[in-house]
């Protein structure tokens, strides 16, 4: 999730094909994507919806994050209203999402010189708010698979203990 131009669908171009494509067409409605990754003894299945970032586009992407176990928040470090859309997006989340949902906040195009979100500013909120946080490049492949390799791992063990969990309750109905 993520504001138009923030590089989304690069990202998902990069974790799924290791492509990028420089000027890539803005993504209509949503496109979606399925990716098989390692981790340790296991293989994780990513099931990516590739949300349009566009202002009109806006409440379909309720559909696509209501249930899921992760959501990925993408802002461009070179834009600061990017950052403080995000901001928005993680709010929303948190409020109309699965309660359970696991938010990773990516900061992309780190490759640019133009900053104007800093790592300190950014990795604060994500400290503050309990998200995941990674700044990374589409464009120059870095810290993509890192990236997607720590969401799947915190995923698989939020998992695990939801299920813990639920044996848990069942075990103390009787």
Not at 50 to 61: C, I, K, P
Request: proline content about 1%; aromatic content about 10%.
């Amino acid at each position: 999730i993520g504001e138009s131009s923030v590089g989304k669908s690069s990202i998902i171009l990069r974790f799924a094909s290791n492509e990028f494509q420089e000027n890539k067409e803005p993504t209509v409605g949503a496109a979606f994507v399925t990716q098989k990754c390692r981790l340790e003894d296991k293989i994780i299945k990513f099931e990516i919806w590739d949300t349009a970032g566009q202002e009109r586009f806006h409440s379909l992407a309720q559909m696509y994050y209501r249930n899921a176990h992760v959501a990925v928040v993408v802002y461009d470090v070179t834009n600061m209203d990017s950052f403080n859309r995000a901001k928005s997006w993680i709010k929303e989340l948190n409020n109309q999402a699965n309660p359970n949902i696991i938010i990773a906040l990516l900061g992309n195009k780190i490759d640019l010189s133009r900053r104007q979100v800093s790592t300190e500013i950014a990795k604060n909120y994500a400290l503050e708010f309990g998200l995941l946080f990674y700044e990374i490049s589409a464009r120059k492949d870095h810290g993509i698979r890192e990236a997607f390799t720590k969401i799947g791992t915190n995923s698989l063990f939020a998992n695990l203990i939801l299920k813990r969990e639920k044996i848990n309750i069942f075990l103390n109905l009787f």
